[in-house]
């Protein structure tokens, strides 16, 4: 059955770039962005992985460990780093789950044509307590773009500290909005910088954190 939102996520034990790999005990205390791709050795892929591995320092910043993961050999992921590194220029400084035998692709629902046994493009986004946070299904011919997904993790983070939300398009330190379950009595304590009622459903309030 699809993962849903609030699920915890289940645990798995694969081989890897960097080694067998236990989810939780990899995870630990930290944020975890489990992202699967089709192949190894194509294109698109390619520069999906050198773009992640280009963003390690924000998703540190973030308390964040990234997984990446397809179902070929990890012979060819080993032939396949060397290329990624060669053509995007940059050291790939997280694990690719060399997940042959389907075991994590399957519990995770990551192969989602009847013809072929590739892994659509699909990103989790897990807290520290395992609970799925976020889930995004891309097809192969279309890369990710990971500045939204960096902009998820901003809100996520933000949103469980505050009794807040981010509304369209928000980015970091933009203004955000009041949870409709906040009185105003409750709004004026917890938010001293103020807010703005634009409708009583709707008050904008500065970013609480800034
Ligand atoms: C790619 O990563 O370039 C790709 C993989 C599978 C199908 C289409 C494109």
Known sequence: MALL????????????TDGSIDLYDFLGNSWGILFSHPADFTPVCTTELGAVAVLKDQFDKRNTKVIGLSVDELSSHIGWVKDIEETQNVKLNFPILA??????????????????????RSVF??????????????????????????????????????KVATPANWRDGDDVVVLPAVSNEDADRLFPKGYEVVRPYLRMTPQPDK
């Open 125 to 162: 986004i897990i807290d520290p307590a395992k609970k799925l946070r976020l889930t995004l299904t891309y097809p192969a011919s279309t890369g990710r773009n990971f500045a939204e997904i960096l902009r998820v993790l901003d809100s996520l983070q933000l949103t469980d500290g505050f």
């Open 99 to 120: 997940d042959a035998d389907q075991k994590v692709a399957n519990l995770y629902s990551m192969i989602q044509t009847a013809d072929n046994k590739m892994t659509v």
């Open 5 to 16: 939102l609030g699920d915890t996520v289940p645990n798995f034990t694969q081989e890897s």
